[in-house]
Antibody, heavy 123, light 109 residues
């Protein structure tokens, strides 16, 4: 059973950069069948796709966040990471990492999710 | 960007009843690449349906998806207690961003 686990700080100051890592276990991140993505959910609100990465390093970003987002992959450690810069209170959310079946252009149905980690942006 | 509009916002039903949830896209979704997720409070979403009508692994056959183009539907034929939750549709059929609907809450009447 594939497992994804997010790790990173729960509290970040405004204007700083958020760094989160997703460790993948019981499965290989190097599979050609999947993309690996980040999705966030502000408290009490809906889901927003942040971006995805393929094991080769190809990335796909939400245009609304593109200027602030970097997603990277480390196949040797079977993990991928998210960096989000210039944080504001609007970035406060639960951040999920997830696996998606590779459909097209970095997208696909998200068939396995991490438990999520709450990130609060506050001074 | 494709905008997904889900209706109704809240569905109040009793166990055993049929639930019909709608997801309408602002433009046609390529290849009917629409997925549905269930989310319970404090938990990550769970994939129910992808490709508009394909049940994900372990999803019971009382859950079904249908639709094409811009109109998609999730149907739960007989609600069980564990089905009362929030439901989201998602499209992944054209260029990014991959977008979600705002959700439909299925609550116990």
């Amino acid at each position: 059973q594939l497992q994804l686990q997010e790790s990173g700080p729960g509290l970040v100051k405004p204007s700083e950069t958020l760094s989160l890592t997703c460790i993948v276990s019981a499965g290989s991140i190097s599979s050609s069948r999947y993309y690996w993505g980040w999705i966030r959910q502000p408290p009490g609100k809906g889901l927003e796709w942040i971006g995805s990465i393929y094991y080769s390093g190809s990335t796909y970003y939400n245009p609304s966040l593109r200027s602030r987002v970097t997603i990277s992959v480390d196949t040797s450690k079977n993990q991928f990471s998210l960096k989000l810069s210039s944080l504001t209170a609007a970035d406060t959310a639960v951040y999920y990492c997830a696996r998606s079946l590779a459909a097209a252009g970095g997208g696909g149905p998200l068939d396995d999710w991490g438990q999520g980690t709450l990130v609060t942006v506050s001074s | 960007e494709i905008v997904l509009t889900q209706s109704p916002g809240t569905l109040s039903l009793s166990p055993g009843e049929r639930a019909t949830l709608s997801c309408r896209a602002s433009q046609s979704v390529n290849s009917n690449y629409v997925a549905w997720y269930q989310q319970k409070s404090g938990q990550a979403p769970r994939l129910l349906i992808y490709g508009a009508s394909i049940r994900a692994t372990g999803i019971p056959d009382r859950v079904s998806g249908s639709g094409s183009g811009t109109d998609f539907t999730l149907t739960i034929s007989r609600l069980e207690p564990e089905d009362f939750a929030m439901y989201y549709c998602q499209q992944y059929g054209s260029s990014p961003p991959w977008t979600f609907g705002q959700g439909t809450k299925v609550e116990i009447k």
